[in-house]
């Protein structure tokens, strides 16, 4: 799968989910784009997924045309450590995400069968 970090995502945490294609908003040379041209961007460059803590992307933006499924990570302070111990659920849950799909995390992460 392949899956976008948004710019309020570290860079670094890219590492902790090994089993997929992991970009960065940076990497990309696209810092700064709104949300509906990322989003166009993403379906242009056939990403699957984004991670962000943007909880408002997903009301904003119609993510089944884009075909991007969205993980929202809530946690506050918003600090690498507690990040890097979501990790494991992030990567489940990209495992199972669907296009349109938005899945906010720690909250709704989805269980193995």
């Known amino acids: 799968m392949r899956v976008l970090l948004d710019e309020n995502i570290p860079h670094r945490f890219r590492r902790l989910l090994p089993s997929h294609e992991v970009f960065t ?3 990309l040379g696209w810092k700064g784009k709104q ?7 993403m379906k242009v460059e ?3 997924a984004l991670v962000t803590y943007d909880r408002a992307l997903s009301s904003q933006q119609n993510l089944q045309a884009a075909g991007v499924g969205v993980i929202v990570v809530v946690i506050h302070p918003k600090q690498f450590q507690r990040l890097r111990e979501l990790a ?16 906010f995390i720690p909250a709704s992460a989805p269980k193995p069968r």
């Open 35 to 41: 949300n509906g041209e990322l989003m166009a961007a």
């Open 88 to 103: 494991p659920d992030i990567q489940r849950t990209l495992d199972f995400l669907q296009p349109g799909q938005v899945v």
């Open 46 to 48: 056939k990403f699957n």
């Open 25 to 27: 908003i940076d990497y």
